[in-house]
């Protein structure tokens, strides 16, 4: 049995919002997009925003952000540091950049628009 990862998909409140963070700052293109739906090619795998159903939206406050479990890791070969920067001058949230003993990798965290975590990993 050969299983590679495709999609992940985000459930959002805001798919046009998420899409412009996505295609804007990390370049990703727009593959399928529809009022509900917009699917974006992030290189081996693709990432889907989902509208979350209108009777679940009613029940958020604006501007809420979803507490969740999930990270998106996208790896770069442009220096991290350079990175993140570019990032905090568009206002990004980003954490400190950070490594482990015997990692080949630096790391830093961020967060998109809705609070959905993701990480950078640039090659020592």
């Known amino acids: 049995m050969n299983i590679r990862l495709e999609t992940i998909i985000l459930y ?39 509208k979350i159903g209108d009777q679940y939206l009613e029940k958020i406050a604006g501007g809420y952000q979803f507490d969740n479990n999930t990270k998106l890791v996208f790896e770069t070969d442009t220096d991290i540091e350079a990175v993140r920067n570019d990032l905090l001058s568009k206002g990004v949230q980003m954490q400190e950049i950070k490594t482990f003993e015997n990692y080949d990798f630096w790391l830093c965290d961020g967060t998109d628009p809705e609070g959905n975590v993701f990480q950078l990993k640039y090659r020592k």
């Open 12 to 50: 959002v409140q805001n798919t046009g919002l998420l899409k412009n963070f996505y295609v804007e700052n990390f370049k990703f293109t727009v593959v399928e997009e529809d009022p509900a739906w917009i699917l974006m090619n992030a290189g081996p795998a693709h990432i889907g925003l989902h």
